[in-house]
């Protein structure tokens, strides 16, 4: 079979590679399409190498159909369409104890951590899959991942129907947590600096406006009759974002912060003060919000076909990772599609 690995900083290699027969509690997945998402990118960067063993073989936004079942699994049928929640705790961790188990103090994040879905056969455990409707696309189920971490970041938010909303930032998990906040009847607007990104968010009907070009607080101030906005989403990752972010939310407002930042950033924690805000981190996602983005992406609730900018053979799974760190690109899916 063929496998994509990362050998070190901006480099990845494909080549031929024995399959293995799944274990007793695994199952082995026909890859269909892998997404490619900004950790993907971190890795490709040099910037995980810490973490990562290379060569690594990387990805986690997938879909596929099972393949082969090993021993001791139940449940699941050769040819079922599956995609993978890439997440394996301890269970004995204080987390875990405590009912957290997504968020593991010992977290194999498969597909980082451990190996992941850039290769045509995949085995993994049978815990981590997820049933994907018969009527679904493989090419819209890649979505399904990213779609989760929007549902989880929503959820977490606790917003409602009627509430005003900022989503600081129009990349793709920008973009998703507008699009499910917008089905649970939320009103939705959307802050890029970036021209390509707002209009791409627009076309999907998205409210947006430009933080560079405006006074954003004003701008916010004016949408909501000077209240502020109900719950304000960071997912730019950008320092001065983090720091304007508070001036946003309304009194008792929540900020939610979704994008990875690698080193401590500034916050206005007089405003926090001030409006008594209550700040949430957003890291991953449950099963049950799995389940949901499922169930968003397989009723259309989700425009996955305007979502994905292009599809690759993983032969070029290289030149993908290039076109996201250059910007051109809003979602690259990988087909990679066993022979």
């Not at 139940?74 to 188990?101: H, Q």
């Not at 129907?161 to 906040?181: F, H, K, N, S």
């Not at 502020?228 to 001065?240: K, N, P, Q, T």
């Not at 946003?248 to 994008?259: M, S």
């Amino acid at each position: 079979m063929l496998a994509a690995n990362y050998v070190g900083e901006r480099t990845i290699t494909v080549e031929e590679r024995a399959s293995l027969m799944p274990e007793p509690g695994e199952v082995r997945i026909a890859v269909a399409y892998v997404g490619i998402c900004g950790t993907d990118l971190h890795v490709f960067h040099g910037d995980m190498d810490a973490r990562v063993t290379k060569p690594a073989t990387i990805g986690h936004e997938m879909s596929g159909t099972i393949e082969q079942i090993g021993a001791d699994v139940e449940g699941w049928s050769v040819g079922d369409k599956v995609t993978v929640m890439p997440l394996a705790w301890d269970g004995t961790c204080p987390a875990c104890l405590a009912g957290n188990m997504h968020i593991c103090q010992n977290l194999d994040f498969i597909g980082i951590d451990s190996p992941g879905a850039l290769q045509e056969y995949w085995n993994v455990p049978a815990d981590v899959l997820v049933p994907l409707p018969a009527g679904v696309s493989l090419r819209d189920a890649a979505l399904v991942e990213p779609v989760a971490v929007a549902v989880h970041d929503v959820r977490r938010s606790g917003l409602g129907a009627g509430d005003r909303v900022v989503v600081i930032g129009a990349g793709p998990i920008g973009t998703l947590i507008a699009t499910v906040a917008r089905t649970t009847g939320a009103d939705v607007v959307v802050a890029e600096i970036d021209p390509t990104r707002r209009s791409a968010a627009e076309q999907l009907g998205l409210a947006t406006f430009d933080p560079s070009a405006v006074d954003q607080v004003a701008w916010v101030e004016a949408w909501t009759d000077r209240a502020g906005a109900d719950v304000v989403f960071e997912v730019s990752g950008a320092a001065a974002a983090v720091l304007g972010a508070t001036s946003l939310a309304k009194v008792r407002g929540t900020l939610v912060v979704v994008a990875i930042h690698s080193q401590p950033r500034p916050m206005d924690l007089h405003r926090v003060f001030w409006r008594e805000l209550t700040i949430l981190g957003a890291r991953v996602y449950e099963r049950r919000d799995f389940e949901r983005a499922v169930e968003l992406v397989a009723d259309g609730a989700i425009p996955a076909d305007r979502l994905v900018t292009d599809v690759v053979p993983l032969a070029e799974v290289e030149s993908a990772f290039r076109s996201l760190e250059a910007g051109k690109a809003m979602k690259i899916l990988v087909e990679v599609r066993a022979r």
